[in-house]
């Protein structure tokens, strides 16, 4: 199936995009070996962790209030890794930003390792969304990080509408992406999937912090200008990934410091149109379409583009 018209990443090719070149860099790669098990902890880990299964349905891992959030990997998809162990990751990941959405319920979530990363605009059968990956065997960094970046589309519940605007739900989804990598890092110190993956909290710290560093960030404030002069250009491509990276990179400590106003993106696409919008436009659309505990922050985001959002 071709990406074109059928996802959330229509205008690029599989496997050639930034994000899959980005995830393939050999210097930052999540080092799989820690994690191989032991004959010994093949049969242990299981065994702990149905054991810890079975004693709470609702592990601290789990930040979900018990709503649940089903990801299924497809069982006949080749990971070369533990089916169980590719949804704990994808959980983990998830979780970081789910426990920000209290109202919200998703159908479940489709998950086969290759032919994306992307999310697929056409549903499943019985409406369940479907993401593709661009991974594979542990490199739990890169499922982590191209998870968290399709699940953030979910959440802006995105449309095959008009795309001029487009790049700024991208940035949002590669911030998430920063953003779940760093959760990450700190949950798996304390509470990780398994324990001995304890240890594995700083590789995926690492992994984020590797594409903040290789990035070059316009100076303080002046993301504004940023904009002005690369709005043609992200209109035109809304996955450039060096210049979503740029405005992820920006608005991520607002995003880390209020972390309960990541909800705010379930209505972004409310007022999705047909017609190209201006950007400030766009952000009014979705400022008016918020609720009003969300509505400072989204006039904090835009005041980062120089955008003045009407008070209301
Ligand atoms: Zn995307």
New binding site residues.
């Given amino acids: 199936m071709s990406r074109g018209g059928n996802g ?2 229509p205008s690029t090719p599989a496997g050639n995009t930034p994000l899959a070149q980005a995830a393939h860099l050999p210097s930052v790669r999540c080092p799989p070996r820690m994690l191989r098990m032991t004959p010994a902890r093949r049969i242990l880990l299981p065994a702990i962790a149905l054991v810890l299964a079975t004693a709470s349905t609702a592990h601290p891992q789990d930040k979900t209030d018990g709503r649940e959030l089903a990801i299924r990997p497809n069982p006949k998809a080749t990971w070369d890794a533990s089916l169980r162990d590719v949804e704990k990751v994808l959980r983990s990941a998830a979780s970081e930003l789910w426990q920000y959405f209290p109202e919200r319920r998703l159908e479940p979530i489709l998950v086969e390792p290759k032919g994306g990363p992307i999310v697929l605009f056409r549903r499943g059968p019985k409406g369940e969304y479907r993401v593709r990956l661009n991974t594979g065997s542990t490199y739990w960094c890169q499922y982590a990080f191209q998870f968290a ?2 699940f953030c ?1 979910i959440l802006c519940r995105y449309t095959e509408d008009e795309k001029s605007n487009k790049w700024f ?2 940035s949002l ?1 590669e911030l998430a992406s920063l953003f779940v990598l760093r959760r990450m890092a700190e949950t798996w110190k304390t509470d990780p999937p398994y324990p001995n993956w304890k240890d594995y909290a700083k590789h995926l710290k690492e992994y984020a912090d590797k594409r903040i560093a290789d990035t070059t960030f316009p100076p303080d404030g002046a993301l504004a200008t940023w904009y002005r002069e690369n709005e043609a250009a992200l209109r035109k491509n809304s ?1 450039d990934r060096d210049k979503n990276r740029v405005v992820a990179g920006v608005l991520l400590p607002m995003f880390e410091e209020h972390p309960q106003h990541w909800e705010a993106v379930t209505w972004l696409n409310t007022a999705a149109s047909k017609e190209p919008r201006s950007f400030e436009q766009y952000l009014a659309d979705w400022h008016n379409h918020c609720p009003s505990r969300h509505k400072a922050f989204v006039r904090q985001v835009a005041a980062k583009f120089d955008v003045r959002l009407q008070t209301d």
């Fill in positions: 959330a990443e970046h399709e589309h739900e991208e989804c996955t």
